[in-house]
């Protein structure tokens, strides 16, 4: 950590702050020269390339917070003060929240990690000590940082500058008031970066633990993929809703006309990825801890745990290596014991959405299931004894507890459930949950350290993790960007979107993951438990189900927000009541009444995000957002 800041105190020097978000560089060689003199001095700004890197599973990250899956305690809303306060009163162009376009308000310097890179690939050649080999490789993850700012860039503003090279000190003024391009120019140039660099990307690291995080190229090739299917999603293929969005020359940014090639080009990328990540040995990652006595339903119950926090896990495709996850364990945890209460400061509260977004035991959504009370799913059952497993039998629970799929249990703590973890590792001795008002065991007291909705997130932590009497002893973790869940999921949505119908190849890669889950194959479930049994044969079925399975394996992992925006199904998905069982309830028919938070209302105009209004009248050439 003490190289990249260094490296980030020097790039200081190198940048003449114009009050722009695209600042231009002095012609300074000699400190050019310095910062690119041997092997040493290069790999240090190489590092500052990845230092920039959103802060992927963070509170300061929008596609982390900024959903409808997670809400805040408000009495901590100083944590999350961007997050709570955007949910609350909405965005604005005065300071916008989570502002990645002037890194302000939570938001990081992504134009200034975009200048890093193209120093970075102007001047590597200067290393008098860097071999041919070694340069091309360290060239290549850096073009593959620049296309991931540009994209990171575009999925939250939409049409974007391109900055293809730093201009020079003695650059016209009128060069440096540049234009936000058409979004299909956007993604070209974020595609033509990635092919440039694929090729000198290694395969896979030689040492995970010096090399940890760096760029291969299967996350060259996933991250093409991911790209690619989000220009062929509605929010960028054919989007009447920006037609008339034009910038001062007259050029349309977006192309309102749908092109069903563009998914071919997704679904070609997506299969390459994938290729390219089995042979690198990346398959999907299964739970199998030979020295913990567990049951096979407790081992189903950590896997979705152990994917996100088992660092060196063979499903991991990319990872934000310098990710500190004990802030993250924090935030999510209940307090179990009095000794917690001293370290821990629960803050981010599941929704009762989410709690209903999982399957059935069925692998079926729960409003569809035949065998499921989704009507009386708020009615009170006692736990019964074959739940034994996921629930404390003989408590007295809501129906919509019980009868779930694993990753519910496994992602989920709701009242009446177990904690496995924290020092209780043993299918016998793990903690009992009571989250009603008064209990130790996780329930409110007092003003602080309670989930506000009344439900914790599991797969957030590790099991290892363990407290002593007055600290936390984490056991550290990666948040994962890609793992081959997400891949398979994307190919299965690109190939039902491009076909006239599903197939074989569809259903192949979305039951890779419910199998893992231990789910029977879509072709199966649905005609044995669905009120609708020839769903997964049509393309809009498919979409529902691929779209649902999403939602469900990427659950709390930064993958919603995104997701909702690019299907464009944000609007009516974020203006649902945000809920929570009762938190002030001492009794199962007091607890189990829905409560519902004031939320923001969300219209079109918040989907893409707000430019700095100064911005807009400092340059020229810039257009804002409509509705802004």
Known sequence: MKKTYLIAIVLTTLVVSCGRYLDVIPDNVPTLDYAFKDRVSTEKYLATCYSRLPRIGTLNEPGFMCADDIWFHK??????????????????????YFSYWHAIQGGSALWQAIRDC????ENAHKARDLDSFERARWIAEVKVLKAWYHYYLMRMYGPIPIVRENLSIETPTDRVSVYREPIDEVVNYIVTLLDEAISDLPLSIDNEISEEGRITQPAAMTIKADVLVTAASPLFNGNQDYADMKDNRGIALFNPTYDAQKWIRAAVACKNAIDTCHLAGIKLYEFNNPSLNISDSTRLVLLPGQIVTDKYNSGRIWGLSSFISTDLEKATIPRLHADHERVVYQMMAPTLKMAEMYYSRNGVPIEED???????RYELENVPEDHRYYMQPGYTTAKLHLNRESRFYGSLAVDGGWWFGLGR???????????????????????????????????????????????????????????????????????????PAPNDEVWTYINHVRNRAGLADVQQAWPAHSIYPDKFQSTAGMREIIHRERNIELAFEGQRFWDLRRWKKAINAFNEPIQGWNTEGTNAQEFYQPITFTRKQYTLKEVLWPILQDEILRSKNLVQNPGW
């Open 370 to 376: 035949t065998e499921f009370d989704y009507e009386g």
């Open 75 to 96: 009495d901590l809303n100083n944590r999350a003060q961007y997050a709570y306060d955007l949910a609350s009163f909405g965005n604005n162009v005065t300071r916008p």
């Open 118 to 121: 193209n120093t970075f690939i």
């Open 425 to 499: 590792i043993n299918d016998n001795q793990q903690w009992p949950l009571n989250f009603k008002l008064g209990s130790m065991a996780g329930g409110r007291i007092g003003t602080e350290r309670y989930s506000v909705t009344t439900f914790y997130i599991k797969k957030l932590s590790n099991y290892q993790s363990t407290y002593n009497a007055t600290t936390f002893i984490p056991k550290r973790f990666d948040f994962p960007i890609y793992r081959l869940a997400n891949l398979y999921l994307l190919y299965a949505e690109a190939l039902n979107e491009m076909l």
